[in-house]
């Protein structure tokens, strides 16, 4: 099928135009929105609380209170340890479904130490298990946890998680997830061409976390509409977003660290000629990413590092970086990364009249 690319790139400046309009007139009003620190989406009774010591604690609620806190929060690595012992006990005492969620939860806080079409392949596995599909919660979890990861690989497959999860978040009354499901939508009604849906849901998202106090889900919201800016090349307005995201994540020591919004405020301060700023902060972020086992955001800074050093001219560190990012993609099947990665070396390849090399990048159709 053959594309007009005008038209596809006139559609993409009017996605985010919308986007750009909606989001001028929510940061206006930004502060003017109250904050609350409620209990995060799944209550299970108790406020969450710190478990000093998840390998030895024998408090199996405890431990999934705290890990889904922590998964509110995008913190993967410390939900993680928590979800495994909650998992642990929760199989020693026979109860089966809390295993199921806590198995989910550790499986997607780990989501990239392993390749997301093999994790999407186990979600889908879970949700086929009959005591998913008659609990109505659990199946919400999986849900939420396969949205997340199916946007890495198939949108398509994503919106349909995002749907369902919506539907049943409703019907139990999860307002918080209803919200973040509305965002994801957003998010994919844009990779739709959809922009007058995709300013609704994802302004709309934002607004609502704003007002829930949602802080790991405005910083994910900003940092997509950061990222609208920088599409439009209003470079000073998205570096804004950006910090915005990355202030407010730093700002809750329990809250993931904003990878998305390290990258993007690179990419701006790239596009606004400052670019040892930038390169400080991709290495700062590459060190994060490693010592979180961020594989995703691991391979997308080396490549961002290797554009970097291209445009500088210091083509054989561009090279390392370039080659490190592509072989790490490919083992862990991180096929968009990959195909970014191959592509750049194939320019420096070319550029270089290395025409031989060029043709053994195994370039992705």
Not at 34 to 43: D, E, I, L, Q, T
């Amino acid at each position: 099928m053959s594309l007009d690319l005008a038209s596809v790139a006139v559609s993409k400046q009017m996605r985010w135009a919308l986007a750009l309009i909606l989001t001028t007139l929510l940061s206006s009003s930004y502060y003017a929105y109250s904050r609350y620190h409620g209990s995060p989406a799944f209550n299970t009774g108790d406020p969450p609380h710190a478990v000093n010591d998840p390998e030895t604690s024998t408090d199996a609620k405890a431990l999934l209170t705290e890990a889904i806190h922590l998964y509110w929060l995008n913190n993967g690595p410390k939900a993680a340890p928590l979800f495994a012992r909650a998992e642990e006990l929760f199989a020693a005492e026979g109860d089966v479904r809390n295993e199921l969620y806590a198995k989910v939860g550790r499986l997607r806080s780990d989501a990239e130490t392993i390749s997301f079409v093999e994790l999407s392949r186990i979600l889908n596995e879970q949700l086929q298990n009959p005591i998913v599909q008659n609990d109505s919660r659990l199946r919400l979890w999986c849900l939420i946890a396969k949205g997340y990861t199916d946007i890495e690989i198939d949108y398509r497959a994503s919106k349909r998680d995002w749907l369902e999860a919506q539907d049943i978040a409703k019907s139990l009354g999860e307002s918080q997830w209803v919200t973040r499901a509305s965002g994801e939508l957003g998010l994919i009604a844009f990779l739709e061409g959809n922009p007058g849906r995709a300013a609704r849901l994802l302004g709309g998202a934002l607004l609502s976390t704003m007002t829930y106090g949602d802080t790991a889900g405005q910083v994910r919201f900003l940092e997509l509409l950061g990222r609208g800016f920088e599409e439009v090349n209003r470079h000073a307005e998205a570096l804004k977003f950006f910090e915005r995201a990355i202030t407010l994540a730093e700002a809750d020591p329990d809250c993931g660290l904003p990878f998305m919004g390290y990258e993007g405020k690179a990419q701006a301060l790239v596009s606004l000629g400052r670019t040892e700023e930038a390169r400080s902060v991709l290495e700062s972020a590459l060190a994060k990413a490693r010592s979180q086992e961020k594989r995703g955001h691991e391979a997308e800074l080396l490549v961002r590092l290797g554009r970097l050093a291209a445009q500088a001219g210091n083509r054989q560190q561009a090279l390392a970086y370039l080659e490190d990012a592509g072989k790490f993609a490919t083992r862990v099947q991180y096929y968009r990364i990959e195909a970014d990665a191959m592509y750049e070396l194939a320019q420096l390849y070319r550029d270089a009249g290395d025409l031989a090399q060029r043709r053994r990048v195994p370039l992705r159709a």
